[in-house]
């Protein structure tokens, strides 16, 4: 057993050890690939647009958003309501897979056609719509995270949907019927800030057709191709409004710029016949890297190359001493390799502390000034991806010495350790491999640290490509840890364990 003070004593020495100038210079060396190709990424990127671009919007929380579509509107007191009976959806696909050469009749699945209550008709203000869509049936969703969902399938002449949105206040309550006497709650809404007058109507969206393209050895790239839905209303009933208030058709966002809409089906609304038809295109949701925006953590490209200069360090630290050993100098002691895990942990988290805490502010500050539109993220992630990430690094490294000490050469060790963290890491970041592996491999190797640097969010109501390659891991942050923080504790005992029998023996020997 070791006392405070032997521990103490070890750990002082062990630092004293660590400053040879080989080993800082390498530590800086991976600070400075995080810092260094992380700001050259962040200067290489550059908006496309000609001239100033226009700003995407933002919703409530100040969050990026999806805010297009056809709006037929009428002005709404603070207490009244909408009620109206969807009777069909018609949609069109553009040239999707597996020739790319026709355009065809067809709802995506996130197609949306009903009705909205609106604080104006700015992209990105506040909003609760209740809708029927192309194949997630009745859902109720406000201010564009969230997402309620009611009855299942869809709707024809035969089987029509009533919906009704009220207001009281700055609550909003959405309703749907099937016969429109016997009514069903699908939920409630409140929208804090909602204007004394503001816009209600009905509306009509359709998302871009996502289908994935083989590349590599099984992985895919997205594909994503405009569409465009078109609902049917009639018996539209609005109670709270002034009598005297005409109607108006607005696009939210833009509308009519592609051939489709100038030359086939325009968006908007078309009233004949006692029926109201909506077409349009576009979403209103949550936004995310697929629509071109860069998450906070797209500046980590360097911290492929530090990790792998960690992780050299880490097992040459731990086979030095055992070459130490072989040539007849002291045995490497419990202690010893414990004061070493300590401080190799220590140095590679303050290491990645301050790179991480450079790059990732610099960096989008950087990209905003360059056009870039980026995805923004609370102060608590953001120290959450910059200490998690330091973190998953010293873990890693730690886990890097135990095999050094369990494997004792490093010509062995090294590669073992760049196939069990570094390998899974960098192939799953790129789409080489198919997404079920890169997940797979993401969950039950070490790799699964590095879920700490995701800040991007996996919505259910919108249609992306969730694989590891577009940024988004299996785990949650704190599951991959704990999946790295096992590795590392596992394998490190074991090394100490080896230790203490090999000390044990040694003193055997020697009495």
Known sequence: MHSTNDILHAVHREWTAFRRPGRLIAMATAA??????????????????DGLCDAPPTGPDGALVHDQFSFLHRDLGENGGITVRLTSMRGTITYPPP????????????????????????????????????????????????DVA??????????PRWLRLTRSGDTVTGHESADGEHWTKVGTARLPGL???AQVGLFATSPGDLTLRPVGIGGTTEQVRWTQTGGVFDHVGVEGADPAARWRSDTVGEANRTDWEKYYTPAGAVVKNGTITVTGSGDIGPAGAEDGARPAESTLGGLALALL????????????????????????????????AIVLAAVTFVTGLLALGVVMPVGRGILKGNGIPVIEVSALTGARVVAGTAAALALAAVLALALGALLRR?????????????????????????????????????????????????????????????????LPWWAGVAVLGAYAALLLGLALRRRQAGGTRQAKAWR
Request: a positive charge; proline letters at 7%.
């Open 150 to 159: 009611g009855s299942g399938g869809g709707v024809s002449a035969r089987a």
């Open 99 to 146: 020739h790319h050469d026709q355009i065809v009749p067809g709802l995506v699945p996130w197609a949306k056609a009903g009705i909205i209550v609106k604080d104006g008709v700015r992209p990105g203000s506040s909003y609760a719509a209740l809708m029927v869509t192309g194949s997630h049936g009745v859902r109720m969703q406000y201010d564009y995270r969230h």
């Open 309 to 340: 200069v960690v992780l050299v360090v880490a097992v040459r630290l731990a086979t030095s001493a055992h070459r130490r050993e072989a040539t007849g100098g002291a045995p490497v002691t419990r202690a010893e390799l414990a004061a070493k």
């Open 410 to 474: 490093a010509r062995t060790a090294t590669p073992v350790a760049v196939l069990t963290i570094l390998l899974p890491y960098v192939a799953t970041s790129f789409p080489l491999l198919p997404d079920g592996l890169s997940q797979w491999l993401l969950r039950v190797t070490p790799a699964a640290g590095f879920a700490t640097r995701q800040t991007l969010v996996a919505y259910p109501q919108v249609t992306a490509h969730y694989a590891p390659s577009a940024g988004y891991y299996p």
């Open 195 to 197: 204007s004394g007058t």
């Open 32 to 49: 400075l690939a995080v810092v260094v190709l992380g700001l050259l990424y962040a200067f290489g990127n550059h908006a496309s647009c």
